[in-house]
């Protein structure tokens, strides 16, 4: 039995007091951390429960844009209408991931912080620099079909899991924090980090810091969009490569705006503003989304049991363009499930 003390924050000020402490976790929908404390891959001296702090809402912005609660189910933001109307791209992202009743619990907060899922970093009998710094890592040289292309080290070739932070990527978002030095907003394309040599480390928060909200600016790419995610199974599973794609198109058919995010391929959601600039003012056309896709995937570079990703990922970028210049998203649809 490992011991760890266990207190319910009532108020933010409260939970990022208790924050500050060594080795605390907060603890949101628990779907993530609880998994990894029965697997005694996450050790916290201390766990801080959040889900009685009124960061639940979802809140239009005098800006034009939406304010997601950090304890806001990745549920019940999926299916609000104004992300269902809005920010459609949001919404499918979610939908993509984990299952009903995982999202019906999981929260934005947690989803932004959850942990890779690299096999090894679950896996306590092996060495991982990102669970134990300066012990290695068994994936160079090992089983690597889930792992990075892009932005990895020798000290740890391990992706982000998630699916809704790659959304949150292409609408560029911004995260909400505040700590024991205040408040503070990380545009969402700062807050994960690539592993150079403290692969320990998966984004920007400070120790303490507590995610509030997540910010939606207000274009959300509602009528040209896409999120393609490609698993070895239809549901339950994490990507091997997705894309999320956001365009405007212009009157005379040219792209206005262009973003483009990755996921699986990399330690965080992977942009380039260079595949970007080269799609706005563009035709759409098989040679643009090509030359886009080749820009995106510059320096991608296999690991042998994931070479097939350059190749997918190359394909999936330009189908997923083709889709949102269409207007013909990869949209998923299911019906909510209580
Ligand atoms: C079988 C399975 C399949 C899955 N498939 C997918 C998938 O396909 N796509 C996908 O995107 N996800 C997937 N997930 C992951 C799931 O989305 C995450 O586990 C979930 O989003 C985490 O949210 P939570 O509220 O449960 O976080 P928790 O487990 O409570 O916390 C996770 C981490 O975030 C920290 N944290 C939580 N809230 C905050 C906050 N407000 N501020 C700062 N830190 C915080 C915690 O301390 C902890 O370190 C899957 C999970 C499972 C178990
Ligand atoms: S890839 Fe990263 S998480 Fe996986 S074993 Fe290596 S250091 Fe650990």
């Not at 605390?24 to 889900?51: C, Q, S, W």
């Not at 999320?244 to 058919?253: H, I, N, Q, S």
């Not at 090509?290 to 690991?303: F, I, M, P």
Request: net charge neutral.
């Amino acid at each position: 039995m490992i011991r760890f003390d266990y207190a319910r924050a009532t108020d933010v000020a409260a939970a990022v007091r208790a924050g500050a402490a060594e080795r605390t976790r907060y603890l949101a929908g628990g779907t993530n951390l609880v998994d990894l404390m029965k697997e005694n891959v996450e050790r916290p001296l201390h766990v801080v429960d959040i889900n009685r702090l009124a960061l639940k809402g979802i809140e239009d912005r005098d800006d034009g844009g939406l304010r997601l609660g950090a304890l806001a189910t990745n549920a019940d933001t999926a299916y609000d209408a104004r992300v269902q109307s809005r920010y459609p791209l949001l919404a499918s992202a979610i939908l993509a991931g984990a299952s009903p009743q995982l999202r019906n619990v999981a929260t934005n907060g947690g989803n932004l912080n959850q942990r890779t899922r690299c096999y090894y970093f679950y896996d306590t009998a092996t060495p991982c620099n990102k669970r134990e710094p300066g012990s290695g890592c068994s994936a160079i040289g090992g089983v690597t079909r889930i792992h990075a292309i892009l932005g990895a080290s020798n000290h740890c070739i391990a992706t982000h899991p998630s699916d809704l932070c790659v959304a949150l990527a292409a609408l560029e978002a911004e995260v909400q924090v505040t700590g024991p030095a205040g408040e503070r907003t990380i545009p969402l394309s700062d807050y994960h980090r690539l592993p150079g040599d403290a692969p320990e480390r998966d984004n920007t928060l400070a120790p303490g810091e507590l995610v509030t909200a997540i910010d939606l600016p207000a274009e959300g790419f509602a009528d040209h969009y896409t999120y393609l995610k490609l698993r070895d199974r239809l549901s339950y599973a994490f990507a091997l490569v997705s894309v999320a794609v956001g365009l405007t198109l212009e009157d005379d058919g040219t792209i206005g705006d262009a973003r483009v995010a990755l996921g699986g391929v990399a330690h965080k959601p992977w942009r380039s503003t260079e595949a970007e600039t080269l799609l706005q003012g563009a035709v759409p056309s098989e040679g643009i989304f090509r030359a886009a896709a080749e820009t995106l995937l510059k320096g991608a570079v296999g690991q042998g049991g994931n070479d097939f990703k350059i190749e997918l990922a190359r394909r999936a970028i330009m189908r997923a363009l083709k889709q949102a210049a269409d207007g013909t998203p990869q949209s998923q649809t299911d019906k909510r499930v209580r």
